[in-house]
């Protein structure tokens, strides 16, 4: 259109040149602001074409990013399938199941691991209770020893293996 709008123009100046009348003037003039009109509308396409450019090069590279973003998605969905699929068969061979869901699997996990920490507490309190029984025994013998003097200094005596009834019979 442009290329055709300039020989428009340019045949319009020949034929003016070479008549120099008015009629002819008039039409170059018309051929001129034609060609004026098409170089502006070409400008004004160039600004438009402008400012597309860093669009299209921006919607490129969303484009590049979902795509990359896709292939990470379907590798972690693999690793997670893959992770999954050996949990599961981990916490099946330790639970003695043979075929569970993963979440199943985790809530016997969760069950075990509860009843375990209970064991674990009760063990603590069976060891506290055998520290007290240890010390209780301590001070028995302590006080019995104690009572064996005591009755000694008034002149009763007792042999070591006697109980405190056959003691305090004495």
Same mark, same amino acid.
């Given at each position: 259109?442009?290329? #055709?709008?300039?020989? +428009? ?13 008015? $009629? ?5 003039? #018309?051929?001129l ?11 004004? %396409? ?8 860093? @669009? &299209?090069?921006?919607?490129? /590279?969303?484009? #590049? *990013?979902?795509?990359? @973003?896709? *292939?990470?998605?379907?590798? !972690?969905?693999?690793?997670?399938n893959?992770? %999954? %699929?050996?949990?599961? !068969?981990?916490? +099946?061979?330790?639970?003695?199941l043979? $075929?569970? +869901?993963?979440?199943?699997?985790? /809530?016997?996990?969760?069950?075990? &691991?509860s #009843?375990?920490?209970? !064991?674990?507490?009760a063990?603590?309190? @069976? ?9 209780? +025994?301590? *001070? ?11 009755? $000694? ?5 007792? *042999?070591?293996?006697?109980?405190l /009834? &056959?003691?305090?019979?004495?």
């Amino acid at each position: 259109m442009a290329a #055709a709008c300039r020989r +428009s123009r340019n045949e319009a100046w020949t034929r003016h040149r070479a008549a120099l009348s008015g $009629e002819t003037a008039d039409a170059f003039a #018309a051929a001129l602001e034609r060609d004026d009109d098409v170089n502006a509308c070409r400008l004004a %396409s160039a600004g438009a074409l402008a400012d597309i450019r860093p @669009i &299209t090069h921006g919607l490129a /590279e969303a484009a #590049a *990013d979902i795509a990359r @973003i896709g *292939d990470k998605l379907a590798r !972690a969905d693999m690793e997670v399938n893959a992770a %999954s %699929s050996h949990m599961r !068969a981990a916490a +099946s061979g330790l639970l003695g199941l043979v $075929e569970a +869901s993963l979440e199943d699997l985790i /809530e016997l996990i969760e069950r075990r &691991t509860s #009843a375990r920490a209970d !064991a674990l507490a009760a063990w603590q309190e @069976i060891e506290l209770a055998a520290k007290k029984v240890g010390r209780a +025994s301590e *001070d028995e013998a302590r006080q019995r020893l104690d009572l064996a003097r005591a009755l $000694e200094s008034v002149g009763i005596g007792s *042999d070591r293996g006697d109980s405190l /009834e &056959t003691i305090m019979r004495c």
